[in-house]
């Protein structure tokens, strides 16, 4: 019993150490990015493009890219994942197509961001060479120009990102729709209330918590992601905004210029943050804060899922 409880007593301290030491290493890291950064946190950092002079060095073109990089993942991404979760978890029977098309979700949500890189830059940017040196379709009566391929714009890596984030998004929808009680279920359907009703009125409206959570721990991911934006042509030095939108007001009045900007050239936030570092020490500060902005976004998304599921587990009724 004494050696039992030694071991027992060991072990915790083990992990207490660990955890502690853990801590420790986070804290200094955090503590040494904010006191770089302190000195280029200013308004007019957030109102400056990219600039040689570090003094002059700015984030608002890595913060506009971002947003429509996460907006348009999040368009194409969110819709196609929650409603393959729903097909797979209520309409499709357990045969070994499915069977296997599951295991491949859990296998692809595991393969490194790189893959997904190469496999964009493939697809999306170049769509096989199928278009020679490309073409462009006007639509909308010449208000709106796709290219063909895509080539290095916001739509090839929103969709980049897509990839990288479905089978995450459709792997936590099913664990939100499998935790909803079968009771559920049967008392809709006896009732007489058709499948769809069931999942529209009672299922969805249950999972929506989790469900909600899953996208934005997906998103906040996609957030911080360089690699697959490297392979797919961010540009890591740039001073203009997608579509030139450099204000909500001009997002806001001038359509022309957001039917544009997810077919224009951009940076992200992580590409930014690469390309001060890799400029050599006179820009470590202004990674920093660079840094700091990204860590208080992505602070921001995950804040919201908390609360989310805390909101949750206190609503719940079984």
Same mark, same amino acid.
């Given at each position: 019993m004494r050696r039992r409880l030694l071991l027992s007593s060991s072990f915790r301290l083990i992990c207490r150490v660990a955890v502690y030491s853990a801590i420790l290493v986070l804290v200094t890291l955090l503590s040494v990015v904010l006191w770089l950064a302190m000195e280029? %946190?200013?308004l007019q950092f957030f109102q400056r493009g990219f600039s040689l002079i570090p003094d002059r060095a700015g984030i608002k073109a890595g913060i506009w890219g971002s947003f429509w990089l996460i907006s348009l993942t999040a368009i194409f991404s969110l819709p196609v994942g929650i409603g393959a979760a729903v097909y797979l978890e209520e309409y499709a029977s357990d045969t070994r197509l499915t069977r296997l098309i599951k295991v491949n979700l859990s296998n692809l949500?595991?393969?490194? /961001?790189i893959v997904y890189g190469m496999l964009g830059l493939t697809v999306f940017v170049r769509m096989f060479g199928m278009f020679g040196r490309g073409i462009q379709?006007? %639509? %909308? /009566?010449?208000?709106l120009v796709v290219p063909l391929p895509f080539g290095k714009s916001v739509i090839a890596g929103a969709l980049t990102m897509s990839l990288l984030i479905l089978p995450v998004v459709i792997i936590t929808t099913q664990e939100a729709l499998r935790a909803v009680p079968g009771t559920i279920r049967t008392a809709s359907l006896a009732l007489g209330a058709t499948r769809w009703q069931t999942i529209w009125s009672q299922i969805l409206p249950a999972s929506l918590p989790?469900?909600?959570?899953?996208?934005? %721990?997906a998103i906040s991911r996609a957030i911080g992601e360089t690699a697959p934006l490297i392979m797919v042509g961010a540009v890591t030095y740039c001073r203009i905004c997608p579509g030139g939108i450099e204000s909500v007001q001009t997002l806001l009045t001038d359509p022309q210029r957001v039917l544009a900007a997810p077919f224009d050239k951009y940076t992200a936030m992580p590409i930014s943050i690469y390309g001060w570092i890799t400029s050599g020490p006179p820009f470590m500060s202004v990674a920093a804060a660079g840094i700091v902005v990204l860590l208080f976004v992505l602070t921001c998304f995950n804040g919201i899922a908390v609360y989310i599921r805390q909101r949750a587990r206190n609503k719940l009724k079984w």
């Open positions: 280029r %946190l200013t949500a595991g393969v490194p /961001s379709l006007n %639509l %909308l /009566s010449g208000w989790g469900i909600t959570t899953g996208a934005i %721990l």
